[in-house]
């Protein structure tokens, strides 16, 4: 794959937050750009199509156990300040990342209530659910609009959205709007990597006012040619442009219970 230099992109009505990132994140941030690059999959008949099998795909080898963990621990440090009350998980790709924010935040000895934005087109009838929400949100995947459902939630607490990839953001958005018309205070939205150029980012941001944050940020893509941001970029927020509550600098030292990243092997979860 032929990949062009890194791209800055300017998108309206958003500014770049860079966090304090732990050495560890840092050295993870690197792996993942070298990884994004020499594994990105792409599909013929979706010209904007991006797959990480590393990142999505947990039904192929290459799905890297160790590498989510890491990379809910860069969520978290991006988000360092409030602990969630809800963990909210997209299906399906997205599931996994999001249980290893949950976990993480366990092993912190926080107890957030783990939920599923479940797609119900890979349930059976039986097992529909008869409490929640039922909503439908488009698909760019699988090009068609899909039945979520969201359990219904207390309205005052706080959530951390947590998803795969975010394109266009049809299926984000929806799942955002059900949980702040629950009452839900979503306080961020993390990701393992965004395709930027897709619009998603500028939308999510800019009606929801949510600070987003990607592990892993794809500016543009052209064929089998794919570009990303700049390295200085790569660990920041990105916020709506205008003072608020994340408009502060990030100097808490970020510590783990567990044993540091540095020293772990990948281990199955």
């Given at each position: 794959?032929v990949?062009?230099n890194?791209?800055?992109?300017?998108?309206?009505?958003?500014?770049?937050?860079?966090?304090?990132?732990?050495?560890?994140?840092?050295s993870?941030?690197?792996a993942?750009r070298?990884q994004?690059?020499a594994v990105?999959e792409?599909?013929p008949?979706l010209?904007?199509y991006?797959?990480?099998?590393?990142?999505?795909?947990?039904?192929?080898?290459?799905?890297d156990h160790?590498?989510q963990r890491l990379?809910?621990r860069?969520l978290?440090e991006?988000?360092?300040?409030?602990?969630?009350?809800?963990?909210?998980?997209?299906a399906?790709?997205g599931?996994?990342?999001?249980?290893?924010?949950n976990?993480?935040l366990?092993?912190?000895?926080?107890?957030?209530?783990f939920?599923?934005?479940?797609?119900?087109h890979d349930i059976?009838k039986?097992?529909?659910?008869?409490d929640?929400?039922?909503?439908?949100?488009?698909?760019y995947s699988?090009?068609?609009?899909?039945?979520f459902?969201?359990?219904?939630?207390?309205?005052?607490?706080?959530?951390?959205?947590?998803?795969?990839?975010?394109?266009?953001?049809?299926?984000?958005?929806?799942v955002?709007?059900?949980?702040?018309?629950m009452?839900?205070?979503?306080?961020?939205?993390?990701?393992?990597f965004t395709k930027?150029?897709?619009?998603?980012m500028e939308?999510i941001?800019?009606?929801?006012?949510?600070?987003?944050?990607?592990?892993?940020?794809?500016a543009?893509?052209?064929?089998t040619?794919?570009?990303?941001?700049?390295e200085?970029?790569?660990l920041?927020r990105y916020e709506?442009d205008?003072?608020?509550?994340?408009n502060?600098p990030?100097?808490?030292?970020?510590?783990?219970?567990?044993?540091?990243v540095e020293?772990?092997?990948?281990q199955?979860?």
């Amino acid at each position: 794959m032929v990949v062009e230099n890194p791209l800055h992109v300017e998108m309206s009505g958003i500014r770049r937050v860079p966090f304090q990132a732990s050495s560890a994140t840092r050295s993870h941030s690197v792996a993942l750009r070298a990884q994004t690059l020499a594994v990105a999959e792409f599909r013929p008949d979706l010209p904007n199509y991006v797959v990480l099998p590393f990142a999505n795909r947990i039904d192929r080898p290459e799905f890297d156990h160790f590498a989510q963990r890491l990379t809910a621990r860069l969520l978290l440090e991006a988000f360092r300040g409030f602990t969630p009350d809800y963990v909210v998980g997209i299906a399906n790709s997205g599931l996994p990342l999001a249980r290893a924010v949950n976990r993480e935040l366990l092993e912190q000895v926080k107890d957030p209530r783990f939920v599923e934005a479940t797609n119900l087109h890979d349930i059976s009838k039986r097992d529909h659910p008869k409490d929640g929400v039922i909503f439908n949100a488009h698909s760019y995947s699988r090009q068609a609009e899909v039945k979520f459902h969201l359990p219904q939630l207390e309205a005052g607490k706080t959530a951390l959205v947590i998803d795969d990839v975010l394109a266009k953001g049809g299926i984000s958005r929806e799942v955002l709007r059900q949980l702040l018309a629950m009452g839900v205070d979503v306080k961020g939205f993390g990701l393992y990597f965004t395709k930027l150029w897709e619009g998603g980012m500028e939308e999510i941001v800019g009606e929801f006012g949510i600070p987003v944050v990607p592990a892993i940020a794809i500016a543009s893509k052209e064929g089998t040619k794919i570009t990303l941001v700049p390295e200085s970029e790569s660990l920041v927020r990105y916020e709506r442009d205008e003072v608020g509550k994340w408009n502060k600098p990030d100097v808490t030292p970020v510590k783990y219970p567990s044993t540091s990243v540095e020293d772990a092997p990948p281990q199955e979860f």
